[in-house]
T-cell receptor, first 113, second 113 residues
Framework: NAGVMQNPRHLVRRRGQEARLRCSPM?????VYWYRQLPEEGLKFMVY????????ESGMPKERFSAEFPKEGPSILRIQQVVRGDSAAYFC???????????FGPGTRLTVL | KNQVEQSPQSLIILEGKNCTLQ??????????LRWYKQDTGRGPVSLTI?????NTKSNGRYTATLDADTKQSSLHITASQLSDSASYIC????????????FGTGTRLKVLA
């Protein structure tokens, strides 16, 4: 049973480009969470999604960031017009339901040049 | 403001020794407290989970304790191994949603041969 998968593991973008981060949850999990970890800081909650629904996006920056979890395929975290401050590790987690333990993927390390 | 603070920031011990990591939180109320282990370049992996009514929980050589009155938790590692070298993160569920984790910044443990 494969764990949570994220790709790419490393992503380099120039300022102004778009970054697309993908997350495939554990088999059987329909709840997905995205977290951001800045250097020397703890992970910070961004958004919680179920299939085709955004449940809680209270941690998402108001502009340039969006997330989706379509009926088929992985969850996508999209960052438009990236800036240097977006450089961070982005972790995805999944769970069986909203109260269950979250299982984390290996993260995508985004570097904005 | 709901916060989770950990100490020490970093710790170096010799293989075979025991150590205790501390977590103080201001999150209130909360439904559960977890300890995660995060290896360098990887996602966090759950070690223990305790509800507010539990005092202690063990997972092999890892034992977590919780004092809800003083809002403190500790993680005790017995007979440390080289593979224990990692960051240990205290995580508390946000009162606004059990799915919304509040992460501490972690304690970086280095075990030397």
């Amino acid at each position: 049973n494969a764990g949570v998968m994220q790709n790419p593991r490393h992503l380099v973008r120039r300022r102004g480009q778009e970054a697309r981060l993908r997350c495939s949850p554990m088999k059987g999990h329909s709840h997905v969470y995205w977290y951001r970890q800045l250097p020397e800081e703890g992970l910070k909650f961004m958004v919680y999604l179920q299939k085709e629904n955004i449940i809680d996006e209270s941690g998402m920056p108001k502009e340039r960031f969006s997330a989706e979890f379509p009926k088929e395929g992985p969850s996508i975290l999209r960052i438009q017009q990236v800036v240097r401050g977006d450089s961070a590790a982005y972790f995805c987690a999944s769970s069986l339901d909203g109260t269950d333990t979250q299982y984390f993927g290996p993260g995508t390390r985004l570097t904005v040049l | 403001k709901n916060q989770v603070e950990q100490s020490p920031q970093s710790l170096i011990i010799l293989e075979g020794k025991n150590c205790t990591l501390q977590c103080n939180y201001t999150v209130s109320p909360f439904s559960n407290l977890r300890w995660y282990k995060q290896d360098t370049g990887r996602g966090p992996v759950s070690l223990t989970i305790m509800t507010f009514s539990e005092n202690t929980k063990s997972n092999g050589r890892y034992t977590a304790t919780l004092d809800a009155d003083t809002k403190q938790s500790s993680l005790h590692i017995t007979a440390s191994q080289l593979s224990d070298s990692a960051s240990y993160i205290c995580v508390v569920s946000d009162p606004s949603g059990t799915y919304k984790y509040i992460f501490g910044t972690g304690t970086r443990l280095k075990v030397l041969a």
